[in-house]
Each structure stands twice: as C-alpha cells, then as structure tokens.
C-alpha cells in the first residue's frame, strides 16, 4: 500500500510539475523577435479617403469639436501652428491633442515589406480599437476596430449601431475589422507575429457602457460596471460623480472586487480576447497576443484568470505587460501565473543611465544589467521587450543631447522634466556624434539577452521630446517635409533643422536585424561579460549556445581609441570578422589584436 501511495504522490508531483511548465513556457518566437512599435495615426496614411473628420474626435480632450479643423499636413514643421490652430487662440498642447494625421490600417499593411528589410518579426500596435483621441487610449469599444483605420468609417458606424454592444451573439465585422483580419493574415504569411493593445483598467466617456449609465444612471444595465461615487439625485442634491484613471475625467474605471474586474466588464473583455484571437473560432487568423496597458492597475486574480483563457484559445501567444516599477514590484507579474514578459522599462533606465547620462563605469553598469538579465528566469530573460524609448518617453536620440536631466529611473521627475514644456529640454536635431551614439545604443539593444523593440521611427533617426513630441509622424523618403524653423514656445530657430529619413542609420538598423536573426547565440544564448579596464570606458561581452558559433560585441564608450588583445580559445577559429563593419581580424597564437575607434562597436564571429 504505501509503495503504490508513492507511486501515486510520484505520478501526482510529474503531473503537477509538467502542468506548471506548460504554464510556464513561453512562445519560442518571443524569445527570437525583433520588435517593432507603431503608433497607428503617426505611421503611414495609406488611404486619404478614409481620414477622421471634425466630428470623429468628438468625446476627448481638449473637447472641441467646433472650432475649425483639418487633418494634419504629413510633412508640416511639428511646433508650426497650422491656420485653423492660430484661429483658436489656444496654446500648443490644447492644438497637438485636436491633431490627426490620417495614419491607419493600409498604411501599415502598405509597409510591411519596409519592415520585413529591418529584420522585424513581430508587431505591437497601440490602441486601434474605436477611440475618439489620437492615442486611443480612451476605448468607446473594444469589439471594433476604429472606423477611421479602415475604408468605410460611415458604413461601419452604421453596423456597430445595429448592435447590442453586450451581447457578442449581435457582433458583426465592420470593414475596418476585417481589414484588420488582413493585416494578421499578411503578417503571418511574412513569417511576423502582431499583438494589440489591452487597456482593461478603463474605457472613455464615449464608451458604449458608460455613456449608457451617464444617460439612465442607476435605471442602466452598466452602472455596477464603473467606479461611481455620486449618482444625479436631484431631491438629494447630489451630483453625477466618477473616479477616472489616476483623476484623468476623461478615463472612467472599471470597478473591481476581490477578483478583480467586475462581472460586466469582465465577461465583456473575455469575449473581445476571444474574438481577436479567434476571428470566427479559428486561431490560426488571429492575433499573436497582447500587451497590456497599466497592468499594475488590475488586480493578479483576474490577470491569472484571463492568462488561463489566452493560452485555452492559443498556447502559442505572447502577454507582455507595461510595469515600469522597480524590479521587485515588477518580477510577480512574469512567474508564469500572469504574463510572459514586460515592456522592459529597467533596460532602458540602465542604459540611459549608463550611454546618455555617464552615471556609472563601464564595469559597473555591465555587472547592473547581468544582475539585472539574471533577476528573471532564464525564459523570461530571453523575451523581455528590450527598449530604449517608447511612446510614453522622449526618443532616445533625443535622451542623448540632454544628458543633464534626471535620471530615467526617477520615472515621475524624468516624464516631466523631458517635455518640451521644460525649458532645459532642448529638442533640436541629434549631431552626427549623437546618432553615433544611437548607433552604439542599438548594437547593445540588440545583442544582449531579451527581444530588441524598435519604436517606430528610430531606424530613420527620428527625434522629439517626451509625449505627445515623441509621437510626431513617421519619415518616408517619398514625403517632402518642411524644415523645423520653430521652437516650442513658438519663437523661430534662426537655422532650421532639415527632417527626413537618416540612410545611414537605416541601413544600420537593417544590418542589426539581419544580424539577430541569423545567428541564434543572439536570441537565446548565454551571457558572459568579458573584464576590462573600467576607464576605457569598453564594453566586452560574449553571447553563446551550445552547437552555434558564439558571437562577442566590443562597444567603446571611451573618449579615445583603443589597442585590444582578445584570447581566441578555439584552435579550429583562425580569424574573425565584423558582422558591422566587414572588416576581418586574424588571430595567432590563441591570440588577436583589435583597435577600436571612439565610438564604434563591433559585432564578432569566428571562422
């Protein structure tokens, strides 16, 4: 009896454990991606008859639905009032949150063998449910996509209004859905995977449900589904009141209980999951996964439960959450009970730290990110989304030539001190010595463990201060843009900075995508910092997997060139070359010797 009792608890604990890897495993192609973000109003206008009118950006702020209005000129100088803004008096935050550039679904789908030459092989898309705003952010649904990202918005206002909005039995496909069911079947026949934006802590005061209760209050089939706190009661005296999200009034929140989202809500979010993961019962024309916005604003027990559904629909998917908390705060939302990964906000605070702002020496900063590599599980490590900028920070080239701010670990002071608002913030075009160091940045980005993300524009040295500058509209060479001649406080530059595709870095970029995806020590290998001395500022580290050809990157941050003396352990390895450069370096007695430039970084591999 007690030898079949262990057999049984043996057969129990094999059962259990296999279960918890299951739960664990993270999608292979997570670990090999090369991301790339895209803001869907900034990235192409691929359809002009589809453009959001005055009346599409009804519901949001700054609220103004009537002063004069056009779509935005693609190519117009970012700070440059356009005559409609000058009309209304305001300033220029009330006039850049009105703008609209026309950015949408054909657009991206036009583009996508732009993306394919970078190396990307997998898509994040910000919101592009229906949304009044140009970030979208502040969902009316999450069932549709927004009618002005595809090519029939009139016609697929009339669908939606056909609906009963809670129950998914009415649903129907507008043609901006299923010109978004396009965009997944085109990225799956290129071999990339595409994840949308989950903003499941709130929706915007257009939103179907709460427009419902603002209008029937406590009598509406939604009022348990938001945090009220007043109802309209004229005989009380009371006042209609809401919490919105961290006090924006333009975000009401979705209520919460013990486990987490309340039913409405919940049930509603579980049945938009399925439909984009599943169009139709079928995961095969769905998307890949989804990254989700405020993460740490929903409790876990709904998280957990809604991973559960995720992986039921498609084991194969990706969750990435944005916590940009200290690593503590960030490591019980990737221990396979909730998400795969996060958008790695920590990367890119060491790295700023480190490139931009010289707060630390080389030796130091290398032992912070291995430490930092090593504080996740190996599989988590691997497809961590490695950032360097996003849509919430200034782009990093523009980090670069303001390495007197606050530290981008000191999240609140760095979101404000990076606005253009800030007079210490100078937004001008990078020096060709600042996009050198881009240049440096992006080979770090990209060899070291975790899944590069590119946020879209970088590749063609784009710059800008922190939102809503870092969203300016994508550079295309077959775009004329209008020089930069004005300052954000409207004065004009007296030499104006030329906008338009940076060819060197592009091609810089290509060459780092083609590089990741061809040698797989860059993907999933192991890390192994190489010592050197601290004050030649030298980054020197190795990436390498059993059975594949180890690459080492040498970066120099130093001020000056270098002599290096590289151990070549392997007698069959009699040279190496430069996967950069092309440039060949031969090795004697176990021996090879390398100069290295200021500035320059070198990715190599032994033959």
Not at 357 to 371: L, P, W
Not at 587 to 592: A, E, H
Request: charge should be negative; charged fraction near 20%; include cysteine.
């Amino acid at each position: 009896m007690a030898y079949k009792q262990l057999l049984t608890a043996l057969f129990s604990f094999l059962w259990l454990h296999n279960l918890q890897a299951q739960e664990h495993r993270i999608p292979d192609w997570a670990k090999s991606a090369v991301w790339y973000q895209i803001f869907p109003d900034r990235f192409r206008n691929g359809d002009t008859t589809n453009d959001p009118t005055l009346a599409d950006i009804k519901g949001c702020w700054p609220h103004n639905d009537t002063a004069k209005w056009a779509v935005m000129p693609w190519g117009a100088d970012w700070y440059a009032f356009q005559p409609w803004e000058q009309a209304n008096g305001q300033d220029l935050n009330y006039n850049i949150q009105r703008r609209r550039y026309g950015g949408d679904l054909q657009g991206i789908l036009d583009k996508l063998p732009y993306l394919d030459s970078l190396g990307v092989t997998a898509l994040y898309l910000n919101p592009v449910f229906v949304a009044p705003s140009l970030h979208k952010y502040d969902a009316a649904m999450y069932h549709h996509i927004e009618p002005t990202f595809g090519p029939d918005p009139e016609g697929d206002k009339r669908i939606i209004a056909q609906e009963d909005p809670a129950n998914p039995a009415t649903w129907q496909w507008t043609a901006a859905d299923r010109l978004a069911l396009q965009l997944i079947d085109a990225c799956h026949a290129l071999g990339m995977h595409i994840i949308f934006d989950g903003v499941f802590n709130h929706m915007g005061v257009n939103s179907f449900a709460f427009q419902d209760v603002v209008k029937h209050q406590q009598s509406s089939p939604y009022k348990d589904w938001f945090v009220i706190d007043s109802w309209q009661d004229a005989e009380k005296g009371t006042a209609f009141s809401y919490t919105g999200w961290f006090g924006a009034h333009d975000l009401p929140e979705f209520r919460e209980d013990s486990n987490g989202l309340v039913k409405g809500p919940r049930d509603y979010v579980f049945a938009c999951t399925e439909r984009w993961m599943a169009p139709d019962g079928d995961p095969q024309r769905g998307i890949d996964g989804w990254r989700l916005d405020v993460a740490f604003c929903v409790d876990m027990d709904f998280w957990r439960d809604w991973r559960a559904h995720v992986k039921a629909i498609n084991p194969d998917s990706y969750l990435t959450a944005e916590i940009n908390n200290d690593l503590q705060q960030v490591l019980p939302y990737v221990q396979g009970d909730a998400f795969d990964a996060v958008m790695h906000y920590g990367f890119a605070a060491l790295c700023t730290d480190f490139f931009i702002q010289r707060r630390m020496s080389a030796d130091i900063f290398m032992t912070q990110m291995q430490a930092l590599v090593q504080a996740y599980p190996d599989s988590v490590a691997y497809a961590l989304m490695n950032l360097l900028d996003s849509h919430d920070t200034p782009r990093f080239t523009s980090s670069i030539h303001n390495p007197h701010l606050v530290s981008f670990s000191t999240w609140g002071d760095f979101l404000r001190d990076t606005r253009s608002s800030n007079r210490d913030m100078d937004t001008r075009k990078p020096t060709d010595k600042e996009y050198q160091l881009q240049k440096s940045m992006a080979v770090f980005q990209f060899t070291m463990p975790g899944a590069p993300m590119v946020y879209y524009g970088d590749e063609a040295g784009m710059w800008g201060a922190n939102d809503p500058d870092c969203r300016k509209p994508m550079v295309w060479p077959d775009i004329q843009y209008t020089p930069e001649f004005t300052e954000s406080d409207g004065t004009r530059r007296d030499t104006p900075d030329s906008v338009g595709v940076n060819g060197t870095m592009l091609r810089h970029y290509q060459k780092l995508g083609a590089i990741r995806n061809t040698y797989p020590a860059l993907q999933t290998g192991s890390l192994r910092i190489i010592p050197t001395t601290p004050k030649t500022g030298i980054l020197l580290y190795e990436r390498s997997l059993p059975g594949a050809a180890p690459v080492t990157i040498i970066i120099n941050t130093g001020s000056r060139h270098h002599n290096l003396r590289l151990r070549n352990d392997d007698s069959r390895v009699t040279s190496h070359t430069d996967l950069l450069s092309g440039k060949h370096y031969g090795s004697r007695s176990g021996k090879m010797r390398i100069r290295i430039e200021e500035g320059e970084a070198m990715v190599l591999i032994g033959e």
